[in-house]
């Protein structure tokens, strides 16, 4: 199955949590209760252990944008490397290009980052880039390309970077219109809105 390009909204519906896919947060947040489906169809109120799971999975996926093979890969990959497999499969997500690009500020959404990385609007160690797949790793520095800073959407990039805030493994440079990747994601900054320890049990008896 594709990726899901439905309204965003009827996904925070679903869970009944804004899970970041829009940029008007407030405007989310008034249909929240309102399940997706006619006159709010309501939902049922227990689930197996087994749908518990698939929610959580599913939360990731849409948050990042991700296809079930690309996220399995994910799983994989965090279960091969050293400790504990849901802090890495947290740091691996968040070390992806377009999301860095998201979490730096230079974009509202991250699917208006991904797009950016698409359309090769960024360098990585003063390289184009325009793989939103890519992990960065510590020391990495990214870049907003100078021939892509008078473009309209950038216009207040500057303002709009020193009022974000970033999480302390990324500092941001809002003159430069850079950042650099200090440390490996910490989960402190995390947004804790999925539970990566059900998504693991997800995928270890599949």
């Not at 892509?148 to 959407?153: F, L």
């Not at 430069?176 to 990566?196: A, E, M, R, Y």
């Amino acid at each position: 199955m594709g990726r899901y390009t439905g309204p965003k909204n009827k996904i925070a519906r679903r869970f009944g949590i804004n899970l970041g896919l829009k940029s008007n947060a407030a405007k989310v947040a008034k249909r929240l209760n309102q399940k997706p489906g006619q006159h709010g169809a309501r939902r049922r109120t227990s689930l197996s252990s087994f749908g518990k799971q698939l929610d959580e999975k599913q939360k990731a996926k849409f948050i990042y944008g991700l296809r079930e093979r690309q996220f399995r890969g994910y799983v994989e990959e965090a279960n091969r490397r050293e400790g504990d497999s849901g802090v890495n499969l947290n740091q691996v997500l968040e070390s992806r290009l377009d999301n860095v690009v998201y979490r730096m500020g230079f974009a509202v959404t991250r699917a208006q980052a991904r797009q950016f990385v698409n359309h090769g609007m960024f360098t990585v160690n003063a390289k184009k880039l325009n793989i939103p797949s890519y992990l960065v790793k510590v020391g990495d520095e990214i870049q907003l390309r100078e021939n892509k800073q008078s473009k309209k959407i950038f216009e207040t990039i500057t303002e709009q970077l020193t009022n974000a805030t970033a999480p302390s493994w990324l500092k941001v440079d809002a003159a430069g219109k850079k950042g650099t990747v200090l440390t490996q994601p910490i989960k402190d900054d995390l947004d804790n809105v999925f539970d990566v320890k059900l998504i693991i049990e997800y995928y270890s008896t599949r």
